[in-house]
T-cell receptor, first 115, second 115 residues
C-alpha cells in the first residue's frame, strides 16, 4: 500500500536461523503493528509499537522480538525460526487511537517459509 | 477481553445475488468496528467502519454494514455481488477507550462468487 512497504516479500529460511522482517512507512504514523495470518485463525497480533522505542506484546509474541529505533521503521525478528512460524506476516500503521480513529493501513505482506 | 466471531468460514453465492457475511463481537466496553477485504495475494483494504452515529454504514464497492448493539453484531451486506467481489473478508473490533489502536480480527470469511 502507498506509504508502507514490507521487505522481503518472500523468504525461505532454515529451522533455527534468525530472521528479520522490515516494515517501513513514510506516513509519520505513531502506531505500528505486526500480525501473522494463518488459515482458520485470521490475523493475530504479534507485537505493536506506540512510539520510538515503545513496544508491547500481542497475543502470539512467543519466539518474536521487535525494535523501533526511528518512527519509520519497525523490525520483527524471529530469534530462532521454527516450522510453526511459517506464515504470512503483515505490518500495519495507524495515526490515531481512541477518538477519531480510522483503522489501519496494511503493507503487502511477507510470505515466510521455514524448512 | 474482546473477541470477534465470523459465523461462516465460506459463503458461496451466484453472481448478482445478495449476500450477507455475519460478524459477532464480544466486549465489555464500547467499540469501533471494521470490515476489511483481502483479494488473492494482496494485503487488506478497509471496506467500511463504524465509529459512532448512524448504525447503517456504507462503504466502498456497494457494501454496507449495520451495527446492532443489542445483538453485538456487525453484519456486512451487498444487494448484488459481482465476480470481482470474490475475496476474503475480515471483521475487526477496537476498544473505544484504548490508547493503542489495536484491532482484534475475526477468522475471516471467504466469499466465492460463481457465474
Amino acid at each position: 500500500d502507498a506509504g508502507i512497504t514490507q521487505s522481503p516479500r518472500h523468504k525461505v529460511t532454515e529451522t533455527g536461523t534468525p530472521v528479520t522482517l522490515r516494515c517501513h512507512q513514510t506516513e509519520n504514523h505513531r502506531y505500528m503493528y505486526w500480525y501473522r495470518q494463518d488459515p482458520g485463525h485470521g490475523l493475530r497480533l504479534i507485537h505493536y509499537s506506540y512510539g520510538v522505542k515503545d513496544t508491547d506484546k500481542g497475543e502470539v509474541s512467543d519466539g518474536y522480538s521487535v525494535s523501533r529505533s526511528k518512527t519509520e521503521d519497525f523490525l520483527l525478528t524471529l530469534e530462532s525460526a521454527t516450522s510453526s512460524q511459517t506464515s504470512v506476516y503483515f505490518c500495519a500503521i495507524s495515526d490515531h487511537a481512541g477518538q477519531g480513529y480510522y483503522g489501519y493501513t496494511f503493507g503487502s505482506g511477507t510470505r515466510l517459509t521455514v524448512v | 477481553a474482546q473477541s470477534v466471531t465470523q459465523l461462516d468460514s465460506q459463503v458461496p453465492v451466484f453472481e448478482e445475488a445478495p449476500v450477507e457475511l455475519r460478524c459477532n463481537y464480544s466486549s465489555s466496553v464500547s467499540v469501533y468496528l471494521f470490515w476489511y477485504v483481502q483479494y488473492p495475494n494482496q494485503g487488506l483494504q478497509l471496506l467500511l467502519k463504524y465509529l459512532s452515529g448512524s448504525t447503517l454504514v456504507k462503504g466502498i464497492n456497494g457494501f454496507e454494514a449495520e451495527f446492532n448493539k443489542s445483538q453485538t453484531s456487525f453484519h456486512l451486506r451487498k444487494p448484488s455481488v459481482h465476480i470481482s467481489d470474490t475475496a476474503e473478508y475480515f471483521c475487526a473490533v477496537s476498544d473505544l477507550s484504548s490508547n493503542t489502536g489495536k484491532l482484534i480480527f475475526g477468522q475471516g470469511t471467504t466469499l466465492q462468487v460463481k457465474p
